[in-house]
């Protein structure tokens, strides 16, 4: 599995976001992407996984370009910003429901990846019930329950309790040894330390490699 980004600019009302990045991301690798806040982190991702067009360059996932498309690039699973679930299910409800869009894994599946976040004790109450902190849980879960190849993060262990967040990056490097392809975008320095292979930085639009990390692992 290769992404092959391309020339990839993006402009809103005249203001350029993204300024020509080209990057490939490996199978078996975490990358990590840091840059304050409003530099086009979040905006690259959204191109990455289809809910923006670019306004120049193009992606290929495994050399086939779904730029110019309007699909959801395949076996790709995301959590950018604050994830929404539908408020009056329960959160076992919830993934339920998203799993039977492609109706590939059963219960056992969804249990599990809540499980992997500390989420499953509350998965038969309320989604309207949770806080900030079991709300993320439940987002992760959503991403990681169908075992998809490519694992996309904007902020991912924001207000998550240092337990299940050291429990939630072993598990990462887990994937990455599987042979996926992990995209983290953090403003927390043990995520991009302890994780991450490969380093980038968004500043003024422009993507450049930061640092050759040396993982302690």
Sequence with gaps: MKIEV??????FKKVDILKDISIT?????????????????????????????????????????????????PDTRALIENPDFIPELTGLENLK?????????SE?????????????????????????????????????????KILIFDEPLNGIEDSTAQKFRSYLIEEKKKGKIIIIASHIKEDIEYLCDSVYKFEDGKLEKYDEKKTRR
């Design 108 to 148: 056992k599946e969804i249990i599990a990846a809540m499980e992997t976040v500390n989420i499953v004790d509350a998965k038969d109450k309320k989604y309207e019930k949770y806080s900030l902190g079991m709300k993320q849980k439940l987002g992760l879960a959503q991403v990681i329950m169908e075992d998809p």
């Design 25 to 73: 991301f490996n199978s078996g690798t975490i990358y990590g992407l840091v840059g304050p806040n409003g530099s086009g982190k979040s905006v690259f991702l959204k191109i990455i996984c289809g809910f923006y067009f670019p306004s120049k360059g193009s992606i290929l996932f495994d050399g086939v370009n779904y730029t110019s498309t309007n699909n959801f690039p």
């Design 97 to 105: 429901l998203l799993a039977s869009i492609q109706n590939k894994i």
């Design 6 to 11: 391309k020339d990839i600019s993006k402009s």
